[in-house]
Structure formats: structure tokens, C-alpha cells
T-cell receptor
Framework: DAGVIQSPRHEVTEMGQEVTLRCKPISGHDYLFWYRQTMMRGLELLIY????????DSGMPEDRFSAKMPNASFSTLKIQPSEPRDSAVYFC?????????????FGPGTRLTVL | AQSVTQPDIHITVSEGASLELRCNYS??????LFWYVQSPGQGLQLLLKYFSGDTLVQGIKGFEAEFKRSQSSFNLRKPSVHWSDAAEYFCAVGVFQKVTFGTGTKLQVIP
């Protein structure tokens, strides 16, 4: 298995531009998580899906952030408009829950820089 | 809500020395506990996990962790550290699929 695939690996954009981050989960995994990692705040859960349905989006910082999962093989995290404080590494992680909570498999991340 | 504390931001050990990374959690019951490792520029990788049963858990790369309910702790240990263990280590608590990560401990290994 190729693991969790994220694209792009690096994104540099200017303030005010729309940014779309993409994630392809491991086949068969029914949970998908989006995290943001910064030096100041550490690793924060933004939103997670179960069977393509958003379950908890309480970590989404504001309305500029949106996430979708149109099918079991693809998810996007969109920031519109982007701001310099959105600069971070964004991780996608997936799991196939056999119980209460199970191992999450992380993608390599997308390093976003907003100028 | 659950929370997890890693009191050590940065630890330096000599190669071949033993290692212990501390983790304390807060939750009303016994949660699912994890240790993940992150190498520079990469995502997190699971080292080990505890759900129930034997409180001493073995993981990959020679790591182990011990769950102590009375202390709400889940410390990570390794008897002999290798230079390749230099990375950042995250303790995590999971409840109903929602995982909360600690702030991480960065491990430096010196020759």
C-alpha cells in the first residue's frame, strides 16, 4: 500500500489567494483526519470524517477553512482567503477503527507558506 | 475532554545511554494511549499503543512504555539509544477516535 498521499508537498502562496490541499487515504480506511502543526500550537485536530461524513469540525479555526470528502478516496482542505498566520504543516491521517480509537496513519504533510 | 502533558520540551542523551520520556494524561477513565515519532520533514509514525491488559507495552525500534493508572502516566523508555532515534516524540490520548497530542519532546542524541 502506498500509504496516505498528500499533495502538494509544498505550497507557497500570497495572502488572499485560495489554497487547496489534497489527501488520498489508505484504501479501506473509513476515518480521515486533518491536522495542522505549528511551533506555537503544536499538532491541532481541525476536522475529521467517518465514511465521508464530517463528524467534528470544532477545530476549524474560522470560516475561511473548509473541508470536503466527496468519496472514500479523496479529501480536500481549502483555505479562502489565505493569511500569513495560516502558514503551517498540514497533515492528513487515516484509520480503520476496530475499536474506540485506533492507530492513525499519517501522510507526509503539506508545508504551506503564505506570504 | 482529555488532555496530555509532555513536560520535557527537549532532551539530550548520549548514544548508548538509556532514555525515558515522560507523559501524563488527564481523562476520567482509562483512555487509549499512544506514542508516535516524527522525523524531520515527515509525518508521525506509531511506536506503540496501549488499550488494555499488560501495562508494559512493547513497540517498534526497541521502545517500550509503561502505563501507570495511579500516576496517570505513560512514559516511554529505551534501554540504549541509537543516533537514528533523534526525532520528536509525541504522546497521545484517544477517546472515540478523537486523538489529542502532547506538545512533543525533541530528542537529541550526541556521540
Amino acid at each position: 500500500d502506498a500509504g496516505v498521499i498528500q499533495s502538494p508537498r509544498h505550497e507557497v502562496t500570497e495572502m488572499g489567494q485560495e489554497v487547496t490541499l489534497r489527501c488520498k487515504p489508505i484504501s479501506g480506511h473509513d476515518y480521515l483526519f486533518w491536522y495542522r502543526q505549528t511551533m506555537m500550537r503544536g499538532l491541532e485536530l481541525l476536522i475529521y470524517f467517518n465514511n465521508n461524513v464530517p463528524i467534528d469540525d470544532s477545530g476549524m479555526p474560522e470560516d475561511r477553512f473548509s473541508a470536503k470528502m466527496p468519496n472514500a478516496s479523496f479529501s480536500t482542505l481549502k483555505i479562502q482567503p489565505s493569511e500569513p498566520r495560516d502558514s503551517a504543516v498540514y497533515f492528513c491521517a487515516t484509520t480503520s477503527a476496530g475499536g474506540d480509537t485506533d492507530t492513525q496513519y499519517f501522510g507526509p504533510g503539506t508545508r504551506l507558506t503564505v506570504l | 475532554a482529555q488532555s496530555v502533558t509532555q513536560p520535557d520540551i527537549h532532551i539530550t542523551v548520549s548514544e548508548g545511554a538509556s532514555l525515558e520520556l515522560r507523559c501524563n494524561y488527564s481523562y476520567g477513565a482509562t483512555p487509549y494511549l499512544f506514542w508516535y515519532v516524527q522525523s524531520p520533514g515527515q509525518g508521525l509514525q506509531l511506536l506503540l499503543k496501549y488499550f488494555s491488559g499488560d501495562t508494559l507495552v512493547q513497540g517498534i525500534k526497541g521502545f517500550e512504555a509503561e502505563f501507570k493508572r495511579s500516576q496517570s502516566s505513560f512514559n516511554l523508555r529505551k534501554p540504549s539509544v541509537h543516533w537514528s532515534d533523534a526525532a520528536e516524540y509525541f504522546c497521545a490520548v484517544g477517546v472515540f477516535q478523537k486523538v489529542t497530542f502532547g506538545t512533543g519532546t525533541k530528542l537529541q542524541v550526541i556521540p
